[in-house]
């Protein structure tokens, strides 16, 4: 147990990290509801929360090389512990937007990096990978038992208590994490400010431009922003495709600082070169696709169970409890293949697992559910996320030497969170704007309508359809001095164009999904053996023997 503590206190941290964000996707309308927003809102809150780690892992993990990375830890989890006692607090969404979107974030982008560090200087040989195994089994376990603790707290108390808990938990991993044993920070170390500003403001743009494409549209400007009267859209092209030509530059300006601050010998923010070690890029990149798919799925089933269906967030939590099943025993098995078969061959399998179990629920997902296929799909959504959980953190430490597990920890959080704001700006703005494209066509087609009320209907989706319930679309109807069949006919409508359009959302999930599959070429054929200080198991210049599993 002693040989264990520090594993303990670790996985507890990580738990916390995970369990955050699936408690708030189960509890979407709830929260919207205590705090006076709409699902809009909810997605705004939930995509920055993700965005402010993307942002600033990479600046996490160098503050962490700095500081050490057990008084980063520590200094995180103090960070973290606030921003949730302020999210258990909060009034509105503003103050939502404050505690958990960016405190909590921040705290999060320093402990997050940490963890895999000090498990990497904690632990050696199969130590090490026992432990890297287990804190990847443990967030497949947080992400599955979060949808049922937040579905219990949320309908028998409040989801506030599960931020109170997790700032209790964060004092307690406060006061035993004395006991983990550290190497000292390089306290002259130069962090560029250049590259901080660079990579969070070309991820910070990047994702709120896809986040703003419901309104603004894609490409076709659909409801773009004024300014003095004057409207923004250059050359008739929406403003979303500009930012993201933006950031395009500015992440590009910032990988080509990172080699120019490489060559001249200064430590950069992100060392590029790691990056042509095929087995940590397929790693990241599959990390990436994984956590697009998962946060795409966790925006969206909420929202068809909830706001579709009118389950509460303890029915919703029970609806994806065999994702938690399948998630849990197949982390296991997965860990246990990686002693005969090889981290691609799982990868690979988990990738096509979890594509097979978004296709069951795609077709699951109708105007009445098909209960039994929609749980068959979740708990093979589970089984997937599982395996590829049990093998991509210990792939990516063991690719590079344990000096670089600092770095590879803030590029593994990076990707994730990358990956989960992603997976909800994107499949969540593609939703609204099929819904509100749909809905809009739907109606100007009723042969029963009268013109003055498709036009009520097109002024008020100008701005992009609200996702809302039928009964609240009729009650909308019948508040603007609609007849109850005028509201019966277009709640019908809207009920008929949510199901639609939320099964084309997942459906780009499941292609995205399979297409990933190819990302894990680059994964060894073998699993790497851990590193011992000082030495890689790949490095940069073992591109061929990486790529064949060192064989």
Request: net charge neutral.
């Amino acid at each position: 147990m002693k040989r264990w503590f520090v594993l303990i206190i670790l996985g507890v941290s990580q738990f916390v990290m995970v369990l955050d964000s699936t408690v708030m996707n189960v509890s979407i309308s709830t929260v919207a509801a205590d705090l006076g927003t709409d699902i809009g809102g909810m997605q705004a809150a939930i995509t920055f929360y993700a965005l402010t780690m993307a942002a600033f892992m990479l600046t996490g993990g160098k503050l962490g090389d700095k500081w050490g990375r057990s008084a980063a830890f520590r200094i995180g989890s103090v960070v973290y512990g606030i921003g949730s006692l302020t999210t258990a607090l909060a009034p509105n969404l503003t103050v939502l937007l404050f505690g958990w979107s960016l405190v909590e974030g921040l705290g999060a982008i320093l402990v997050i990096p940490a963890i895999a560090a000090l498990a990497a200087i904690n632990y050696t040989g199969r130590d090490r990978v026992i432990a890297f195994s287990a804190l990847g089994a443990i967030t497949g376990f947080a992400a599955a038992a979060g949808p049922l603790i937040g579905g219990l707290m949320t309908t028998y108390a409040s989801w506030r208590y599960v931020f109170v808990g997790e700032a209790v938990v964060m004092v307690l991993v406060l006061i035993f994490s004395g006991r983990i044993k550290d190497i000292p920070g390089d306290k002259k170390l130069r962090i560029d400010l250049l590259s901080v500003i660079l990579s969070a403001a070309g991820l910070a743009i990047l994702v709120f431009a896809m986040l703003q494409s419901k309104t603004w549209g894609w490409l076709v400007p659909l409801d773009p922003p004024e300014i003095g009267g004057v409207t923004i859209a250059p050359f008739g092209v929406s403003p979303v495709a500009y930012l993201i030509l933006i950031a395009i530059i500015v992440l590009w300006w910032f990988v080509r600082r990172q080699q120019h601050l490489e060559a001249i010998g200064r430590v950069p923010l992100l060392k590029v070169s790691m990056l042509r070690i095929p087995a940590l890029r397929s790693g990241l990149t599959m990390f990436l696709a994984q956590y697009f798919a998962i946060a795409a799925l966790f925006f969206v089933v909420p929202v068809y169970l909830q706001t579709i269906l009118g389950y509460d967030a303890l029915q919703t939590g029970l609806k994806i409890l065999p994702l938690s099943v399948g998630l849990i025993i197949f982390s296991i098995i997965g860990s246990r293949l990686s002693t005969v078969r090889s981290a691609r061959n799982i990868a690979r399998i988990g990738q096509f697992t979890l594509g097979l179990g978004l296709l069951f629920v795609f077709i699951a997902v109708q105007p009445d559910l098909n209960d039994w296929l929609f749980a068959a799909g979740m708990f093979v959504v589970g089984a997937g996320f599982g395996l590829l959980a049990s093998q991509l953190g210990n792939v990516n430490m063991s690719a590079v030497s344990k000096d670089d597990t600092s770095e590879v920890g803030g590029l593994q959080g990076t990707f994730q969170n990358l990956g989960s704001s992603f997976g909800t700006a994107i499949v969540g703005s593609v939703f609204i704007l099929l819904l509100t494209s749909g809905f809009g066509a739907a109606v100007q087609g009723s042969t029963t309508l009268t013109d003055d009320v498709k036009q009520q209907v097109a002024e008020a989706t100008a701005s992009g359809a609200p996702i809302i319930s039928q009964q609240q679309a009729e009650q909308a109807v019948l508040d603007a001095g609609g007849s109850e069949e005028v509201a019966a006919e277009i709640g019908q409508v809207y009920a008929d164009t949510q199901v639609d359009s939320l099964r084309q959302a997942l459906f780009l999930v499941f292609a995205l999904t399979l297409i990933a599959i190819v990302l894990a070429r680059g994964l060894p054929a073998t699993i790497p053996v851990p590193a011992e200080a000082g030495e890689a198991a790949y490095g940069p210049g073992d591109d061929e023997r990486a790529q064949t599993g060192g064989v």
